[in-house]
């Protein structure tokens, strides 16, 4: 797949968050394609493209919203990328299960950064509501990932 | 020089991210300033053109709901305004029957209905006041359009009043101005008539009809109600009047027990 293709994917995904998650919002969550993306994406290009890609999609999903924390989305999507990016090839070296999990827990840290940012108040108020909206978040997106998986398993990206 | 580039080379991902990460930190910690307002700014005006018709498509969907709403909200303002409407209603009324008290030359004991019966023809009522308020059995109940009653059974706290459209009731009235005396009875509906008037005596329609004053119950001149009929049959020794009664017996609330004349 050449780079010309891996743009309009990119301008796709973000059109359908900047146009579909208002619409998908439950109880002010929203899911975040750009993640699944970006995770996808640093899995089959590796760490630096993944990166790039990251943080050009952060920036732009940060100036086409209003929100009050500009540059969590490149922070958090770059993190996302870099650690997945160690994921790449790894599938067949690394037990099944411990590969599963990591990637598990590279996007728990990613919603947990975007939730600690935006819920700050929350975590120190109420450390449980934190929990409960971080993996309500997590678990919305996960939703979406896991019908993807059914089309393209994590594990075929991994050693593509 | 070489061996540098070449180290970078190497490390150029952890390079990217840590330059990546330093350049987020510092756009998150540059949140208030400025330039950074101006850029988001000049962003979000394209993007609002982009996103315009979405807003367009989004806000008629939610017009349905939206105008379902206001349609229930629309009922229920309704409904309270109805409720606030017959509180109006009553409070009109309470100060009616306050006023009737302060004119009355009667010693009166306000009492609330709380029971009709639960028979098809209404006949009788339970006020909410008995003998330990004073009252006996045998006390005229009264409303400001005239008289509606007696009290029949009297207990500790409540009392039962016989009404005017019970079959056995009887009252001693008079009609003016010829002031002819006669017994009333019920007849039907809000139509009662008066029997026993003098045969010569000159009794017209819309002549009033007010309490005789013969009996120990009633006051004289309390209203009644006024003749809608008059039957003078050439057989008989009497007049027959209907008469149609001023006050409403099927829709008390509040009545007043003549405890004393003043």
Known sequence: ?160 | MRNLYLFFLKYIDHFIFIIFVFFSFSLLFQNDNSNIHIIRGKFSDKFSLISSPLAWIRSMTRLEKETENLRLKNIQLTLKMQSMLNENDKYKSLLELLQFKEDSNLELLAAKVVNSGSSANLSSITLDIGSNDGIRVGQAVLVPEGVIGKTIIVGKKSSVVQIMNDINYRLSVRVLPSGTAGILNYLKDDIFEVRELQKNSNISIGDKVVTSGFSQIYPINLPVGEVVEVINERGSFQKVAKIRILSNLGGLLHVFIVINIL
């Open chain 1, 1 to 160: 797949m050449n780079i010309t293709n891996h743009i309009f994917i990119a301008i796709f995904v973000f059109l359908a968050q900047f146009f579909l998650v208002d619409f998908l919002s439950i109880k002010m969550i929203r899911p975040d394609f750009l993640v699944i993306y970006i995770f996808y994406f640093s899995l089959l290009y590796g760490r630096t493209l993944g990166i790039i890609a990251a943080f050009s999609l952060g920036l732009l999903s940060d100036l086409s919203g209003v929100g009050s924390f500009f540059g969590l989305a490149p922070l958090a999507l770059t993190i996302n990328a870099y650690l997945v990016g160690f994921l790449k090839g790894k599938y067949e070296r690394l037990l099944p299960y411990v590969f599963h999990s990591l990637w598990l827990i590279i996007l728990l840290l990613h919603f947990f950064i975007i939730t600690y940012v935006n819920h700050q108040l929350i975590f120190v108020t109420s450390f449980f509501d934190f929990i409960i909206r971080w993996l309500m978040t997590f678990g919305y997106t996960m939703m979406f990932f896991l019908v993807i998986q059914f089309f393209f398993p994590v594990k075929e990206a991994s050693i593509a």
